[in-house]
């Protein structure tokens, strides 16, 4: 009963075979390996990008400031939701890498940014001269913090906004496989085709051990970024284990499956869930991630249960066994059965 | 007519005298003038601090920054309101300064921040572990950035809640003056005794020619605040010419004079403004700073005759001249019932 | 013939099945798994330092980094030798990490610092108060750079003179393991015992996929490094994976095992290249690195049958062929006898 | 006898009465005002430059950091000499205001840059791709810090190595004028068509209150300089305050006049300095400043009697009176002949 998030799970076995596959002999070091090279190669013609920069980091945080690092200027402000996982989640590392941008909170429903919002927090900068931080960078996340999911249309919308001012446009793509297996789409559609200039290409919360790759669709942001990367310690020596895990992703559609292991799990644990009385569920859930709202006597039960997962603003020790709190559970690809039964069940046995 | 802001008149003749005497022979650098030695002397008496630490600037900006950057870590986040100067009109120096704090929007009324709201913000952080950013200093501004002002009870109310949770309190007192002698109360009432922990003492607003001095109630803030001075470049070598202004200023309590010359021409121009009908005037005016609505035609007019002020949130130029516009209009103590006369007669004339 | 470095060869297999054990059920994220449980109590055990702070980072240079910003304030200089990695090899990472702090070259001879130098730079900082940078951490490396060593008296008398001033010393343990097999003392003697304050502790040129140790003997510094490496993208979220690979290494001395088989095979090495009438070897290679000067005609030989090394300010490529030039050859602990005949061959080969 | 610097003396009178002419009425602040205007056209036809862009600050240290935070990446190095007041006196101001940019310590002789050294050092970075810093401005101070000068020609052959490499050249004038005229050359030979990028144009040590332009002969610098100058906190308000000083210094040739005078009083001292056989004097003095070495005795007798200046390397307390020791001796424009014949007198009172 497993749900505190997507990165508390296993690694899918085929990653790990690709991991001792790759173990063998010499390997140039800091990305220069040959397994980089047939990375990029696949990643572009996945993209539909053949002249995509593509550089893996460990961390989600990594990939998403380092991307902002090199799309913006220490004086500008980047366009965000108040939910975004570079506002809430990253302990300022977007100013730290930037040298000191700001981060403005554009009015978001569901963790999804409003376009109308957005243009309206662009206008209002860049109004007092020098005085003010200047526009800078927009960044979205697909699937957003809420479990919510842009469309492409969607984000394409967001995409013509930024571009009129001549701002980029950032994805936080760390559950951007639950996103594209839902959606239907291919991941042109959902980047650059809707004006996404960069996206941080997660695999950590997808079944890898720790990956993520940064692609830039235009090679220009190429040069700028190498220099970050290296001087935030960023730059892996043995790239060729972070190569590794991320074509063993893309191989055979295995970051898909997962995605969709992942989506579906949510699926069979939200049905569930709608079927107890006492049981609400926030943001129609569109991927991976369930809000649910339900007595505090259920999370109890489920914490001596041994279920883990986070409670929203709120803690489930209190007194009023009736006070309604709600859950975020997440699913990964291992998630089971069994698992979603049993917790169904500890819910349910009131 | 010029009510564009307090730092276009000139500077006090009296000021102007001081700068005269200073300028003879001989004077240590780097703040280790006699002047400075009385300046500190000064200081301390005022705000009944015997171990008051101060130290001058040129700019207010650099006396925000400075300061907050010696209170906050770079892995915190600064509560203040939207209107807050270091939100608004710094360039992201308190980012910059900090090495990458952040700032927390806390709710305001007419500018002035809610306490219910500052507590909520500042309990709204730390709940996510290392992830989100640390609670840090609390940054409030009086007068406030639409005019307004707190008492001393209600700074002392945010300089409870602040304290509470063990964060500094920050004063960023551009227009301290005007605030005190529209309240009354000593300027220890207004600081430390509320909480205070430091304060942004301007100087150049109210009729210096650029001195701002920087005041920290507690002295162990001393060493830290002097390198942060030196390596931002402002730790001015002839600081005699900082010290003699801010001295001449407090000399006979020049300073209250000049607020209080200030704060009653906008009372008179606040007089005059309701009295026509055309006039609405927002936020009660309590110092020097007056916000009022009219028609884009009496804009219009007062522009061609040569008037300076801000228009808040729109543009004098513009098709409809019924559409109310709000100007900003501030005084300073060099306003003169003639330029009042002047304003209120072209608004009237339609 | 892979020479080039110690991060070119594969990962130990030891290594690679305990990544696979880790690899099951569920784990709390962020450092809070068992298997980094296990791991900060063997290497309190190990370096008999029952109170030290570890933490698990991806890369060399953030563990330098993310150590050198916690014990230097932006003000302060760090004093290295001008060959050191810090200085040479990332890009100004303490730089950013610090937050502008500068790093003060102190002179040293085969890349090991000269005490008497460390206490002449020290004395001629904070001559100038406020003005210059004052006094900050000392950092060495062991083994260093050019492949010598400092003997733990060689620290104990870098330490005395760091702690005379108050300064912090910290230690990039790169290849701190093969230091310790070829010195014959304890990881205490070699580190807080000769007044080390915090190590790099090195594993991914020693074995493993890249994982390197923060360790800290003072926990006082605990809590301040948790958010700068949060904010720096260097929190693993599956840190199991980094924490098996680290616990592996401590099983069974196999970390010991792998310094040893590198040192041998570069002993081995050097004995046959010393047999070489036109081979000269700089500094006295101590442990798994050789500096050896040959004819470029060599380099040649070498370069068309696929060796992989550095040559040392130069290039193979030039027209005399009798130009003495300087390989840098680095073994790990996977270089073979084949390996090391081959490569000797080639040279003899005239 | 007041030696210590050249910004412990007074202002020039003439700048004190422009400060007065230019405290009337209103002026557009943030240097949109009148004075700036006529300073930016008197600036660029006494540098023949049409396009040069041109603002002010209140600090050397600033204007330096400014300038180099425009010129540089963070992830370059900036080449200075061990002497250089970047690398020595300002705090790590450059490595703040530039995000953690290097300084690169160039051989020099008698604080003059070796041009052969520079080319060296460029030469040796970028030699490790991503790894080292990369190649930044080259900075040099004329009249440099130890009060030798730079001719036209010898500043030629440093911007011509600069320019060889595409790295722009910033030049530290604090003393530009005492430079000027003892070289009898005009400001455009001393800077651009040496090959000079931006200049610190100083004025505080040469009889102003507190003011320096930067002056940047690209106009393509001018926007990027802005927001840096403003989140530093060093775009003044009252900016007529520091374009008067400036006018009035350029006005009449008071700056070349103050220069002289200054340079005239110190080969006056040098002059009797000479004719005393327990005195010697290092580097030849060209400028404003004279390191001079003399005996204990001598140096505590000029303490007993008030005299100030900087006992280099070494403290006048002490057991041995003959022990030499160097004295650094300034002069500004104030320095009367009475004062010199004083210092004399006493060194010669054995």
Redesign the interface.
Known sequence: M?F??D?????H?KV?EA??RA????????GDDDLMAALTSRIRALFEAPEAVVHM???????N??ILATLA?????IFCTPEAHIQ??????P?????????T?VESRYAKMRPEALARAIEAEE????????RGPVSITNVTERGTLYSAAEIARIGEIAGKYGLPLHLDGARFANALVRLGCTPAELTWKAGVDAISFGG??NGL??AEAVIFFDPAHDWEF?????????????NR??AAQMLAHLEDDLWLQCARMANEAAARLARGLEQIETVSILFEPEANMIFATFPRAAHKRLHEAGA?YYVW?GSFEGDDPAEPLTARLVCDWSVTDENIARFLSVIRAS
Chains 1, 2, 3, 4 share one sequence.
């Open positions: 497993f505190a998030s990165n508390t799970g296993p690694a076995p790990m991991l001792i173990n063998e002999g010499y390997a140039t070091p800091y980091v460990a961390t989600g945080t990594a990939a400031s380092l200027e220490p004086w500008q402000t809430e989640d990253e302990c300022n590392a100013e730290f890498f930037t040298g000191g941008a700001k981060l909170l109004t007092r001269g020098v005085h003010g931080p200047q950590t919360k051990l720790g190498q220099p970050r990367r290296k001087r935030a310690g960023h730059l892996p020596s043995k284990y972070l883990k603003e």
